[in-house]
T-cell receptor, first 116, second 110 residues
Framework: GAVVSQHPSWVICKSGTSVKIECRSLDFQATTMFWYRQFPKQSLMLMATSNEGSKATYEQGVEKDKFLINHASLTLSTLTVTSAHPEDSSFYIC????????????FGPGTRLLVL | QKEVEQNSGPLSVPEGAIASLNCTYSDRGSQSFFWYRQYSGKSPELIMFIYSNGDKEDGRFTAQLNKASQYVSLLIRDSQPSDSATYLCARSGSARQLTFGSGTQLTVLP
């Protein structure tokens, strides 16, 4: 299967700071990147979709100015949580898709964010 | 009505039994469906996907899809304690994004 990495795996930060999460597809070119988040005891919810070289499309209720997504290359996408607050504490997971891949959808290992 | 609905459980089965997990969806245009397993604190792991009516088998797992009834299920045969996890059902949208159900927590008792 596809190899996907995320960094950092977990982060603790103070309220008001910004946190950058990296997602790398190691063995294929990710033309599309999905970013999901999962609050405790809840299921995964899609936050945004980005295509390489284009602006991301955000789901309803997700602030585009707060969650900045950069998908400048086919192997790297970043999600920056700006001015993080405790309610942003969640498990953030990326899911890249590439050209020619089957229906299989892979997920990164996730980044757990705790905002104090 | 939620797009994808699952019984939240918890569901408990004895070791060696068959675990049956169910999922319904509201969008008749949905094409592909996925079952993921998620251990606590971990990212989801793909078990299998299905897009044709009928059964699809992979080892101890069988996915069943009935588009007329808008119903997807996952059967786990010979359940093992290591199968204890939350099982997520998901449908794929037009842009291949996934919409997940709330998950069913399964416990396999030794």
């Amino acid at each position: 299967g596809a190899v996907v990495s995320q960094h950092p795996s977990w982060v603790i930060c103070k309220s008001g700071t910004s946190v950058k999460i990296e997602c790398r597809s190691l063995d294929f070119q990710a033309t599309t990147m999905f970013w999901y988040r999962q609050f405790p005891k809840q299921s995964l919810m899609l936050m945004a979709t980005s295509n390489e070289g284009s602006k991301a499309t955000y789901e309803q209720g997700v602030e585009k100015d707060k969650f900045l997504i950069n998908h400048a290359s086919l192997t790297l996408s970043t999600l920056t949580v700006t001015s993080a607050h405790p309610e942003d504490s969640s498990f953030y997971i990326c899911s890249p898709r590439g050209r020619g891949l089957s229906e299989t959808q892979y997920f990164g290992p996730g980044t757990r964010l705790l905002v104090l | 009505q939620k797009e994808v609905e699952q019984n939240s459980g918890p569901l408990s089965v004895p070791e060696g039994a068959i675990a049956s997990l169910n999922c319904t969806y509201s969008d008749r245009g949905s094409q592909s469906f996925f079952w993921y397993r998620q251990y606590s604190g971990k990212s989801p792991e793909l078990i299998m996907f299905i897009y044709s009516n009928g059964d699809k088998e992979d080892g101890r797992f069988t996915a069943q899809l009935n588009k007329a009834s808008q119903y997807v299920s996952l059967l786990i045969r010979d359940s093992q304690p290591s199968d204890s996890a939350t099982y997520l059902c998901a449908r794929s949208g037009s842009a291949r994004q996934l919409t997940f159900g709330s998950g069913t927590q399964l416990t396999v008792l030794p």
